[in-house]
Structures are given as C-alpha cells and as structure tokens.
C-alpha cells in the first residue's frame, strides 16, 4: 500500500513537504507520480518521477515551485511544495505505476492505470 503523510494547513507563502511510503512491495520498480484533486475540480497529476528517479516530470503550472525526489531506500517519494499558494488546496495523492517502463520513465497524467493508489493527504493553504 501507499500512504501520505506531511499535508496540513499552511500560509501563502510557506513550504510542505509530502511524503509517499510504499509497504508491501519494493517502490524503486515503480514509477510515481503526485496527483492532487482541488474542490470542485478534476483529479491533476502535478509531478512523476522513475523507478530510478533519473526522470522527473513536472506540469508547467507549478514548475520552479514543485520538486519531486525519492529514496528508494527509504522506499518513499516526496513532494517538496514552496511559494505555496492558495490554489495549491487539495487532496494529494500518490500514485505507482509497476509497467516495463517505469524504472526509466514517469507520466504525470491523472488518467494513467496506476497500480497503487493512496489515499490522499489534504493540503489546505489559507491565510
């Protein structure tokens, strides 16, 4: 399973960093990728890395804000948020994808057929 954690209430401004630790299964095969649903709104894939973590992914909107890492042998992924903003609220998850490709390639696409779901860890950012 995958479970989140370091989400919370933060100020415009300030800094999160999230964590995604796998149990049950070696998440270095995996590529994962930070999916975040903000009320009202469609699931939006935000940021993938590879099983190797040579490859990353990040979608423009949150490029220079956004840095995904991982450690595989902490067998855990990260979401470092800075410059938070208000619109950054939501519900975060972390998704595993297991596919042939995914020790050396990631896809930040919501709709792909992950493996491993999270389920979720809410980001609320308000002043």
């Known amino acids: 399973q995958l479970v989140e954690s370091g989400g919370g209430l933060a100020q415009p401004g300030g800094s999160l960093r999230l964590s995604c630790a796998a149990s049950g299964f070696n998440l270095g095969y995996y590529a994962v990728t930070w999916i975040r649903q903000a009320p009202g709104k469609e699931r939006e894939g935000v940021a993938c890395?590879?099983?190797?973590?040579?490859?990353?992914g990040i979608i423009d909107l949150v490029k220079g804000r956004f840095t995904i890492s991982r450690d595989n042998t902490e067998n855990t992924v990260y979401l470092q948020i800075n410059n938070l903003e208000l619109g950054d609220t939501g519900l975060y998850h972390c998704a595993a994808d297991g596919s042939t490709t995914a020790k050396e390639f990631c896809v930040t696409s919501a709709q792909y057929p992950f493996h491993y779901w999270g389920q979720g860890v809410q980001v609320t950012v308000s002043s």
């Open positions: 890395i590879s099983g190797s973590g040579a490859k990353t």
